[in-house]
């Protein structure tokens, strides 16, 4: 059984950094595209960011391009979102989603493996 465990979320100023986590357990992690995606009050979920099994490849939704990082480390099983310059518009349950085989994706539907989220407040 697969399980993806979110950690870091919080409150945090406008302006502000903060880094989510994502542990993976129950299979070896080194083989799945992982990303993470975002669920507001109200909104359907959408994709954030996405990274390759080797994180040679990163790949970003363009609202968050130049202001979020996504990278992994296969030998801690983990995955990382890096969050800086956040926008009260980034307020939203953080999702990560493990896909099995390559290539990434930002489709919610052909993921295969999601946690339960960890919620991230921005306020301005």
């Known amino acids: 059984q697969v399980q993806l465990v979110e950690s870091g979320g919080g409150l945090v100023q406008a302006g502000g950094s903060l880094r989510v986590s994502c542990a993976v357990s129950g299979r070896p992690f080194s083989g799945y595209a992982m990303g993470w995606f975002r669920q507001a009050p109200g909104k359907e979920r959408e994709f954030v960011a996405a990274?390759?099994?080797?994180?040679?490849?990163?790949y970003y939704a363009n609202s968050v391009k130049g202001r979020f990082t996504i990278s992994r480390d296969n030998a801690k099983n983990t995955v990382y979102l890096q969050m800086n310059s956040l926008k009260p518009e980034d307020t939203a349950v953080y999702y990560c989603?493990?896909?099995?085989?390559?290539?990434?994706?930002?489709?919610?539907?052909?993921?295969?493996?999601w946690g339960k989220g960890t919620l991230v407040t921005v306020s301005s």
């Open positions: 990274i390759s099994w080797t994180g040679g490849y990163t």
């Open positions: 989603a493990g896909k099995l085989r390559p290539p990434i994706a930002t489709a919610t539907a052909v993921m295969d493996y």
